[in-house]
């Protein structure tokens, strides 16, 4: 997933960013839950200090909404949010937006996240999806084709369903 860039007036700033944030896509660990971690990377020679905050999908919870960061110059620091109250979507595609706030300005990102689970189940390898309604989808487009994964695991495998639906039948 590319990072989103932009400037925050940082006088070292010729041509490239001070900050690129990132948020993460969830994973259920079976011990803590949900967590999604925004990640925030020092684009510059200078120490960064600021605040990462994460907005959630209207009516869903996390243990903070904020956290203060020191980044050392050209470091990463990756910052845990664990979901307290969340509601499942069908289609596995939720919006968050993400800001670094410091003293030289702020930077926002907006982006979909899915959450990345492979439930334990053991399909039908038969060419259909009919075993697959279980499996958390996700989806993305890509030139005109819509591709949806979704994933299963068993004690001897681990599965893999792709799907790719062009906008437009092309030919060879």
């Not at 944030?21 to 259920?28: G, I, K, S």
């Not at 949900?34 to 009516?59: A, F, M």
Request: aromatic share 8%.
């Amino acid at each position: 997933m590319a990072m989103a860039l932009a400037c925050l007036a940082y006088p070292a700033c010729a041509g490239e960013a001070a900050v690129a944030l990132r948020a993460e896509h969830w994973v259920v660990p079976p011990a803590t839950g949900p967590v999604t971690h925004v990640v925030i990377e020092n684009r510059q020679n200078t120490p960064y200090s600021g605040t990462v905050t994460l907005e959630l999908p209207k009516g869903w919870v996390a243990n903070r909404t904020r956290a203060d960061v020191k980044i050392k110059p050209r470091g990463r620091a990756r910052v845990a949010f664990a979901l307290q109250k969340a509601r499942a979507s069908e289609a596995n595609q939720y919006p968050v937006r993400v800001t670094a706030t410091s003293a030289a300005g702020s930077l926002t990102r907006k982006q979909t996240v899915v959450c990345s689970s492979a439930p334990h189940y053991e399909p039908r390898v038969d060419g259909r999806a009919t075993d697959w309604k279980d499996a958390l989808p996700i989806s993305f487009e890509h030139k005109g084709k819509r591709t949806t994964f979704a994933t299963y695991w068993n004690r001897r495998h681990f599965y893999v369903l792709c799907q790719v639906a062009e906008r437009k039948l092309l030919g060879y």
